[in-house]
């Protein structure tokens, strides 16, 4: 592939060039306005533009519409006009012609939908024509799998191309270097400066029961001096939720009608080394409740404030979730419920999107087994093996990928209760 740089006045011009050396299928990477160099005052715009080498990737000139906009040559929609004969057959013809109308609309759908598709793998190498297919189904964005695989042939050799554990490695590398470092595990406050750990998040997504692991976690295997704190007076039988917890880990368990009381919830256990805070859950869209979730956060110093989020929740949805909660500035993201999804493209992207450090990933209902220390490349793992899985799956010639039972975390399972120390 051959990647260049253009300089114009306009970005037609720019192109026109860009096509006149590389031919008709240079493909548009990027674009974005540089000053002039000799008229201080305008700017142009450079483009940067890749080209393939014949034979080498899927190249524009084979991407056909698939479906003749109208139907086939010749094909003429059906005269459903209403003949005045019977009422019942006009009507009859009527709801026939609007039907027909449905299914073009949505023909023309399915086609757009598709010709954008495929256009988007344009510029991508041959080999990885499959992998483009495999690593949008488990969730990441066109944009986001074409960046991963345009120039990959540049570090690997055309035999690794053809490798899907090469290509893996090549993927993992890639996913990871766009997140940020990773939370790192929960440290314990110095005695007399207890570490403040809070969860807020939607309804629903596994707050309590990820405060119940953690807790169990450092209370019971690590004997770390620890507190319960609830705010959560809003659903009924939460506060019992988290009592049971509570008695079974023998932690001290108080719940805070108001900030006020928070706040002295805090100051009664500034012998612990940690208090962790559980909140109501909320949704989004309810902006007086989340004032009030505020107004908690408001009376807690230094809190270290985690946002959960379903690892199968939609990328808007995510991005949704992550402007509302942003309560108080958060250090770290969970990641939970990875157990329901197999599109672990959605909480790579959320991380990424979001830069919010992952901190941990909970797999299961069991406290505490279901919860792990986040790793970047667990994560990453996680999106390539699905989709080479998918990968595996739509060419169904590789048995040797089929899936373990038990999953494919990356992970053993002697490992599940690994939080570091
Ligand atoms: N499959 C699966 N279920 C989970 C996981 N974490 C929690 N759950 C389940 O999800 C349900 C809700 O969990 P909670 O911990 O009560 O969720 P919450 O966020 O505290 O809920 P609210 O306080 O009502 O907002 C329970 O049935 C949990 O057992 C997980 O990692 N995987
Ligand atoms: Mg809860």
């Known amino acids: 592939m051959k990647i260049r740089k253009y300089r114009a006045a306009s970005i037609k011009q720019a192109f026109a060039q860009a096509r006149a050396e590389l031919g008709e299928d240079a493909v548009l990477l990027h674009q974005r306005k540089v000053p002039h160099p000799s008229t201080p005052g305008l700017s142009l715009v450079e483009i940067t533009v890749a080209a393939d080498l014949p034979g080498d990737r899927v190249a524009a000139s084979e991407i056909r519409p698939f479906f003749v906009e109208g139907g086939e040559p010749g094909h003429q929609a059906p005269r459903l006009e209403p003949s005045g004969d019977s009422g019942a057959k006009d009507a009859e013809l009527l709801r026939m012609r609007a039907e027909y109308d449905r299914l073009r609309e949505e023909m023309a759908q399915v086609r757009s939908l598709l010709l954008r ?49 090469m290509v893996e490695v090549a993927l993992v590398q890639r996913l990871v270097a766009e997140l940020p470092p990773a939370r ?8 007399g400066r207890p570490r403040i750990f809070v969860i807020v998040g939607p309804t629903g997504v596994g707050k309590t029961t ?26 009924i039988g939460a506060v019992g939720q988290l009592r049971t917890y509570g008695e079974l880990i023998r932690a001290p368990l108080d719940v805070a009608y108001t900030p006020d009381e928070l706040a002295e919830h805090i100051q009664r256990h500034q012998d612990k080394q940690i208090i962790f805070v559980d909140t109501p859950g909320r949704s989004p869209s309810d902006t007086e409740q989340l004032e009030v979730l505020r107004s908690f956060m408001a009376v807690l110093e230094e809190p270290d404030v985690h946002i959960a989020v379903a690892a199968g929740t939609s990328a808007e949805d995510a991005r949704n979730v992550l402007e509302h909660f942003a309560v108080a500035p958060p250090s770290g993201l969970i990641v939970t419920k990875l157990d329901e999804t197999s599109l672990y493209g959605l909480a790579y992207t959320t991380v990424r999107e979001s830069q919010i450090p992952l901190a941990y990933l909970t797999t299961g209902q069991r406290v505490p087994e279901d919860i792990r220390l986040a790793q970047n490349v667990e994560l990453a793992q996680l999106v390539v093996r699905m989709a080479r899985h998918r990968l595996a799956q739509a060419s169904s010639r590789d048995e040797a990928m089929a899936v373990p039972p038990g999953g494919l975390y990356p992970w053993a399972e002697s490992q599940a209760l690994g939080i570091g120390h």
């Open 210 to 235: 990820t405060i119940a692991k953690l807790a169990a976690y450092y209370g019971v295997q690590r004997h770390v001096p620890i507190a319960l704190v609830t705010a959560d007076t809003y659903r």
């Open 117 to 165: 598709q495929a256009q988007q793998s344009v510029g991508v190498p041959r080999p990885l024509a499959g992998w483009y297919t495999a690593l949008r189904e488990v969730g990441l964005s066109a944009d986001r799998v074409h960046h991963l695989l345009v120039g990959l042939d540049e570090v690997l050799t055309p035999s690794a191309l053809e490798r899907p554990e």
């Open 184 to 191: 790192g595990p929960l440290q314990p406050g110095p005695p």
